[in-house]
């Protein structure tokens, strides 16, 4: 069976081939069961994730259905449902058992502790074709087992998909508490799953708009005081964090580029915010907007070759490409309402945005060219959206009126949306490459 | 600017002489205290006001600030103006607190600013940080026309990150489009 095209020009989304489950059963050793990630028609598939056997085995194997579940491609079965039990990565499964109860995929592993450290074998089982379709094996410290997990999942996703995945990741965000009239803004870091939140700085400076580097587990952001702004550049493994320096008025919107030697951002003076891209390495700054309207959050296309930033400079904010030497300035948003917070896809195939149209907030999807464009979501006020690695889920906060901001995804054909498991308030979130 | 100063200096000798009488006075007025921040301010407009008298400033101060004090510049002149949705344009309605701001201002020459700029919540972060830093430079402009030297005018955007209001709907973003002028350091 040929692998699906990723074009996107149909209503994206999971595709379960169930229709063809008469062929599976009746063809030949080589066909598989498969997700087509670009066609959102069809239910997703049925997946069986038994408790893995061992230490955690359990807790494994809930946050690998979890992460499935989540992102509105699969759909764990009950484990109460399941015939077989207590099955070993050591056999084969009964086939019949999970045909049974409809599973398509079936996953299941065992855990050892050897020495301090943590072994975990999984298998994949296209139950209907009654073969193997993954079979690997992970070492860690026992602590990292959630990690662990998340690798197992992306596996899964990759292997039935085609696609990477991009579960083993985390998300920068900014925690916020203390209410809207008084609030208290801290960098704080969390798994994509929301587990292990942790604080990065200490609430005394107000935080704002983080980023990944797309290859290295550094961000830069925005730290916003009484009487001055800065841009810090924050190294997450070493803990090493420095400023970008002094400048003449506000400082803000840092994105990195894609080989993180250079991060662009705006400066404000005399009410005039325009584009600047600084080489981290001469500590040189070039600018590349200088219209008098406000030039903001530039966002550089995966090859690094091109910008796509905001600007009102026609009199209201749209979204303009340029190359990234400043050059060629235009506009690619062309629909009515207010479009800000230009993000390119890490696959460059698509721009996300907010878009602000009859009163209501939108997050949003277009091509580099302006064309296509497509509104995932809706409400009073949805904000600022950031890929996964894969461009195919987007994270943004979300507003009721009155109310905390509140972390989101949407996946990129707008089906599955939903509210992240993180129960705190949170705003401003940026999504890491995959973990090493 | 003679009277002026012997009316300031008249007061002073009075605020030292008599604290507990002035005091005691302040607290019969209508006003009970004066804050020592910029009070959020409940209308979304400040009265309109005119120059202010050159002298008289016991009768001028009625919650008991020291004139050129940011008490009296917060009291006396108001210290917020507010702007129409996605516009940094002074409003007509503005300018006469921004004359009697810059008047103040005048007065008092050894008194800086900061101009805060802000936003309402229907705009994302980073356009927004840019639309206050407009507004504040619409005000800082304002000011230095009218006279006031620009080096003694600094400016900010807070963008929506610091909303006087905490509600949401128009009220409240009528109350959270402004500009704050904030007296950083030379006041009495």
Same mark, same amino acid.
């Given at each position: 069976?040929?692998?699906?095209?990723?074009?996107?020009?149909?209503?994206?989304?999971?595709?379960?081939?169930?229709?063809?489950?008469?062929?599976?059963?009746?063809?030949p050793a080589r066909a598989e069961i498969?997700?087509?990630?670009?066609?959102?028609?069809?239910?997703?598939?049925?997946?069986?994730?038994?408790?893995?056997?061992?230490?955690?085995?359990?807790?494994?194997?809930?946050?690998?259905?979890?992460?499935?579940?989540?992102?509105?491609?699969?759909?764990?079965?009950?484990?109460?449902?399941?015939?077989?039990?207590?099955?070993?990565?050591?056999?084969?499964?009964?086939?019949?058992?999970?045909?049974?109860?409809?599973?398509?995929?079936?996953?299941?592993?065992?855990?050892?502790?050897?020495?301090?450290?943590?072994?975990?074998?999984?298998?994949?089982?296209?139950?209907?074709?009654?073969?193997?379709?993954?079979?690997?094996?992970?070492?860690?410290?026992?602590?990292?087992?959630?990690?662990?997990?998340?690798?197992?999942?992306?596996?899964?996703?990759?292997?039935?998909?085609?696609?990477?995945?991009?579960?083993?990741?985390?998300?920068?965000?900014?925690?916020?508490?203390?209410?809207?009239?008084?609030?208290?803004?801290?960098?704080?870091?969390?798994?994509?799953?929301?587990?292990?939140?942790?604080? !990065? $700085? =200490?609430?005394? %400076? *107000?935080?704002?708009?983080?980023? &990944? +580097?797309?290859?290295?587990?550094? #961000?830069?952001?925005? /730290?916003?005081?009484?009487?001055?702004?800065?841009?810090?550049?924050?190294?997450?493994?070493?803990?090493?964090?420095?400023?970008?320096?002094?400048?003449?008025?506000?400082?803000?919107?840092?994105?990195f580029s894609p080989d993180g030697g250079?991060?662009?951002?705006?400066?404000?003076?005399?009410?005039?915010?325009?584009?600047?891209?600084?080489?981290?390495?001469?500590?040189?700054?070039?600018? !590349? $907007? =200088?219209?008098? %309207? *406000?030039?903001?959050?530039?966002? &550089? +296309?995966?090859?690094?070759?091109? #910008?796509?930033?905001? /600007?009102?400079?026609?009199?209201?904010?749209?979204?303009?490409?340029?190359?990234?030497?400043?050059?060629?300035?235009?506009?690619?948003?062309?629909?009515?309402?207010?479009?800000?917070?230009?993000?390119?896809?890490?696959?460059?195939?698509?721009?996300?945005?907010?878009?602000?149209?009859?009163?209501?907030?939108?997050?949003?999807?277009?091509?580099?060219?302006?064309?296509?464009?497509?509104? !995932? $979501? =809706?409400?009073?006020?949805?904000?600022?959206?950031?890929?996964?690695?894969?461009?195919?889920?987007?994270?943004?906060?979300?507003?009721?009126?009155?109310?905390?901001?509140?972390?989101?995804?949407?996946?990129?054909?707008?089906?599955?949306?939903?509210?992240?498991?993180?129960?705190?308030?949170?705003?401003?979130?940026?999504?890491?490459?995959?973990?090493? | 600017?003679?009277?002026?100063?012997?009316?300031?200096?008249?007061?002073?000798?009075?605020?030292?002489?008599?604290?507990?009488?002035?005091?005691?006075?302040?607290?019969?007025?209508?006003?009970?205290?004066?804050?020592?921040?910029?009070?959020?301010?409940?209308?979304?407009?400040?009265?309109?006001?005119?120059?202010?008298?050159?002298?008289?400033?016991?009768?001028?101060?009625?919650?008991?600030?020291?004139?050129?004090?940011?008490?009296?510049?917060?009291?006396?002149?108001?210290?917020?103006?507010?702007?129409?949705?996605?516009?940094?344009?002074?409003?007509?309605?503005?300018?006469?607190?921004?004359?009697?701001?810059?008047?103040?201002?005048?007065?008092?020459?050894?008194?800086?600013?900061?101009?805060?700029?802000?936003?309402?919540?229907?705009?994302?972060?980073?356009?927004?940080?840019?639309?206050?830093?407009?507004?504040?430079?619409?005000?800082?402009?304002?000011?230095?026309?009218?006279?006031?030297?620009?080096?003694?005018?600094?400016?900010?955007?807070?963008?929506?990150?610091?909303?006087?209001?905490?509600?949401?709907?128009?009220?409240?973003?009528?109350?959270?489009?402004?500009?704050?002028?904030?007296?950083?350091?030379?006041?009495?």
């Amino acid at each position: 069976m040929t692998r699906s095209l990723r074009s996107f020009s149909a209503p994206v989304m999971a595709m379960v081939l169930l229709g063809l489950l008469a062929v599976f059963l009746a063809a030949p050793a080589r066909a598989e069961i498969e997700v087509n990630v670009n066609r959102g028609d069809v239910q997703p598939l049925p997946v069986a994730v038994p408790a893995f056997g061992g230490t955690q085995g359990a807790d494994i194997a809930q946050v690998i259905a979890a992460n499935l579940q989540r992102s509105g491609l699969f759909r764990p079965l009950d484990p109460a449902s399941f015939v077989e039990k207590n099955l070993t990565a050591a056999v084969q499964p009964r086939f019949g058992d999970w045909k049974t109860i409809n599973a398509q995929a079936l996953v299941n592993g065992q855990v050892t502790v050897e020495g301090g450290k943590l072994r975990v074998d999984f298998r994949m089982w296209d139950v209907f074709a009654e073969q193997q379709m993954l079979g690997l094996q992970f070492t860690s410290s026992p602590e990292n087992w959630r990690r662990v997990a998340h690798k197992i999942s992306d596996a899964v996703y990759e292997r039935l998909t085609g696609e990477k995945g991009y579960f083993d990741t985390r998300v920068v965000f900014v925690a916020e508490s203390g209410g809207r009239a008084k609030v208290i803004k801290r960098l704080a870091i969390m798994d994509q799953d929301g587990a292990n939140p942790s604080y !990065l $700085t =200490s609430g005394d %400076s *107000i935080v704002m708009t983080p980023r &990944f +580097s797309s290859n290295s587990q550094e #961000i830069t952001y925005m /730290s916003l005081r009484p009487d001055s702004s800065s841009i810090f550049l924050f190294n997450l493994e070493t803990a090493r964090r420095e400023s970008l320096g002094a400048f003449p008025g506000m400082v803000f919107a840092p994105r990195f580029s894609p080989d993180g030697g250079k991060v662009a951002f705006s400066v404000e003076r005399g009410g005039n915010s325009d584009i600047f891209v600084m080489n981290l390495s001469s500590r040189t700054s070039t600018r !590349l $907007t =200088s219209d008098p %309207s *406000i030039d903001t959050s530039a966002s &550089f +296309s995966p090859d690094g070759a091109r #910008i796509v930033f905001n /600007s009102d400079r026609g009199g209201s904010p749209q979204l303009y490409l340029m190359g990234a030497d400043g050059s060629g300035q235009r506009r690619i948003s062309g629909g009515g309402g207010r479009y800000t917070t230009p993000v390119w896809s890490p696959t460059g195939e698509f721009i996300a945005f907010t878009k602000q149209t009859g009163g209501e907030f939108h997050i949003g999807v277009m091509r580099p060219d302006g064309s296509d464009e497509r509104l !995932l $979501t =809706s409400s009073y006020l949805d904000e600022g959206p950031t890929w996964a690695p894969n461009g195919r889920v987007l994270m943004f906060s979300r507003e009721t009126p009155g109310g905390p901001p509140k972390l989101w995804t949407v996946d990129v054909t707008g089906r599955v949306l939903q509210p992240m498991p993180y129960p705190g308030a949170g705003s401003d979130p940026a999504w890491s490459p995959l973990l090493n | 600017m003679m009277r002026s100063v012997n009316g300031n200096t008249l007061l002073r000798l009075a605020l030292v002489g008599a604290a507990a009488a002035s005091l005691a006075a302040c607290a019969s007025k209508p006003k009970p205290t004066y804050p020592t921040q910029a009070p959020p301010q409940t209308q979304p407009q400040a009265p309109p006001r005119t120059e202010l008298p050159p002298a008289a400033p016991v009768t001028q101060a009625p919650t008991g600030a020291l004139p050129g004090s940011t008490e009296d510049f917060v009291v006396n002149v108001g210290d917020r103006v507010y702007f129409d949705t996605d516009s940094h344009d002074v409003r007509a309605d503005a300018t006469p607190l921004l004359d009697a701001q810059s008047a103040w201002l005048r007065r008092y020459g050894a008194v800086k600013v900061r101009i805060e700029g802000n936003a309402d919540e229907r705009g994302t972060r980073e356009y927004n940080l840019a639309l206050g830093a407009r507004r504040a430079n619409s005000v800082r402009d304002y000011l230095v026309e009218k006279g006031v030297t620009a080096d003694r005018i600094s400016t900010i955007s807070f963008g929506k990150e610091q909303p006087i209001d905490a509600g949401s709907g128009e009220a409240s973003w009528d109350k959270n489009r402004n500009a704050r002028t904030a007296v950083v350091s030379g006041a009495r």
